[in-house]
C-alpha cells in the first residue's frame, strides 16, 4: 500500500544583494572561526573523545586587522558629536580565523 503523505513544495532560495552603506569607511566580511569549548561536567571517554571546537561564525565590518588579531562590529550609530559608535564588538585572534569572505 502506498503512503499517502504530501510531499512539501520545493522552495527556491532567492539571493538577497544587500547595499554597503555609503557612511562607514569600513568593509563588511563573514569570519568563519574555530574558538574553544570548555565542559566542567563529568563524562566518560565516549563523550570525551567526541568532544569538538566550537566553529562560529559573525558577520561584520572589520575594524582593524592586525597580523594577531581582527576587530569587527555588527552595528553602528552616527552620532554628530562623536561621529560613529559601534556595538556588538567583537575581537578575534588571527590564528583562529579559519575563511574570511568579503561580503561587499
Sequence with gaps: MKSSKRRKPRTRRRLVRVEQPKDIPYSKYRIEWIDIISDSGWAD??????????????????????????????????????????????????????KMTKLN
Design 45 to 98: 571517554e565516549d563523550k570525551f573523545d567526541k568532544m569538538k571546537l566550537a566553529q562560529p561564525v559573525n558577520e561584520g565590518w572589520v575594524y582593524e586587522k592586525t597580523k594577531n588579531h581582527i576587530k569587527l562590529f555588527a552595528s553602528y550609530d552616527k552620532d554628530e558629536e562623536d561621529g560613529i559608535v559601534f556595538g556588538d564588538r567583537t575581537m578575534i585572534p588571527l590564528s583562529c580565523v579559519r
